[in-house]
């Protein structure tokens, strides 16, 4: 496989450097299940690759980790503090910044809070580490950053919170710390509601607290970009008409196209977009399925992807696939209550549909040039795809970061 990008990568892997992690065997970046690559003429599969070398093309949300093969090892991999990043799996993605997510809810390495402030600074800390022993990956801090990426051959990473740690709304320096340490992205609430607002697997959301409104006043002066995706809808409205600037849903779909919790309904949608923020669209196993479409594959992510352009416009559409290196389908099992996976993804609760082993088309954070085939094979022009692979996520950040 060449590489679609020009990556500068010498063979680094996280394991030369923290040989803790040499007693795990993990699972392959490329190629570890069937998953479709979509095919295209000589001339359209030209086209794909001269719009991913010229355009700046940025994944909103992933988790560019690298998993144990054998997933019951999973708990023991997590508490070393250590996660493997993909260098090789992101050279060949065509990605020139990741929006990187971390461990999110599953960082139970000191306790099984995985939201406790030492879990989330050891995540911050031994990634910081692990980028400091090569240079092919950068950590970004300004828009600037991005296009450095871009021009040299390099990948930059954002630092991402999907939730605010615990406790942080009676602590805002805490942000200010985040903050120098790189997080220029983070969520109000992982799913379960805190004390900033209410989630999106609460049978109950009371709303953004007045701890959430100094919360996003606080992001706001600091240039801290805030998302929605596992916000309950009503914070999600209180929050976008209470912040000075726009706001970001970094990956979810469209609940008029499946009735989950987990998905955002047309209000939140038009509200976000009229503020200027922008939404991304995801991929992780069993989210963004449809009525039309109950099997999780690349087609039924891109009804969601036209459902939302329809609805508020292609200036306010991205991607954040939701991806990682490994079994997710597993991962999910492995962690259904840490993740609320039964209060948001059930079948109990849900439309019939057929479970899958991995979303084939977008199986991991290599594949994201799929998204760029597939806009070329169904007739978007290079203007409209350079907006929704990285351009109007870079509006956004020109709006919000300092």
């Known amino acids: 496989m060449i590489p679609i990008k020009r990556k500068v990568y010498r063979g680094y892997r996280t394991v030369d450097s923290f040989p803790v992690l040499k007693r795990f065997r ?103 580490a692990d980028l400091a022993m090569q240079d092919m990956v950068i950590k970004v801090e300004r828009v600037e950053d991005i296009y450095r ?60 607290t007045d701890l959430g409104y100094q919360f996003i006043e606080r992001c706001n002066e600091l240039g801290i970009l805030v998302d929605l995706s596992h916000v309950g809808d009503k914070t999600s409205l209180e929050a976008i008409e209470a912040s000075g600037k726009p706001m970001a849903i970094t990956h979810a779909g469209a609940r008029a196209l499946w009735p989950s919790n987990r998905l955002k309904p047309d209000e939140v949608i038009h509200a976000l977009a009229e503020k200027g923020g922008v939404f991304g ?24 992807f036209q459902y939302i352009a329809d609805l508020v416009g292609i200036d306010h559409v991205a991607f954040g696939p939701d991806t990682l290196y490994g079994d997710h389908v597993a991962l999910h099992k492995y962690f259904r209550r840490l993740l609320s996976i039964d209060r948001i993804i059930s079948k109990k609760e849900l439309p019939d549909y057929e479970e899958v082993e991995y979303v084939d088309g977008l199986e991991n954070p290599s594949q994201f040039k799929n998204i760029v085939r597939w806009l070329v094979k169904n007739g978007y022009s290079d203007e409209e795809i350079r907006k929704v692979i990285g351009e109007n996520i870079l509006n956004l950040l020109r709006k919000v970061w300092r």
């Open 26 to 128: 993990l699972a392959r970046e490329l190629d570890r299940v069937p998953s479709r690559e979509l095919r295209l003429s000589k001339t359209e599969e030209e086209r794909v690759n001269e719009i991913i070398e010229k355009s700046v093309v940025i994944s909103f949300h992933d988790h560019p980790e690298v998993f144990p093969e054998n997933m019951d090892d999973l708990m023991d991999y997590i508490r070393t503090g250590y996660t493997a990043l993909g260098y090789e799996g992101l050279a060949y993605s065509g990605l020139d910044a990741v929006f990187d997510g971390l461990l999110d809810g599953i960082a139970m390495i000191h306790s099984s809070d995985p939201w406790s402030w030492e879990n989330i600074i050891t995540q911050i800390g031994t990634r910081l």
């Open 149 to 208: 990426a871009h021009s040299e051959g390099k990948i930059g990473l954002i630092l991402h919170l999907e939730g605010a740690p615990t406790g942080i709304g009676h602590d805002l320096m805490k942000l200010d710390i985040l903050y120098g340490l790189g997080v220029r992205c983070i969520g109000i609430t992982y799913s379960i509601g805190n004390e900033l607002g209410g989630g999106i697997a609460d049978k109950v959301d009371r709303g953004l």
């Open 281 to 304: 669209v995801e991929a992780a196993p069993h989210t963004t399925l449809t009525l039309n479409r109950r099997r999780h594959d690349i087609e039924a992510v891109m009804e969601h």
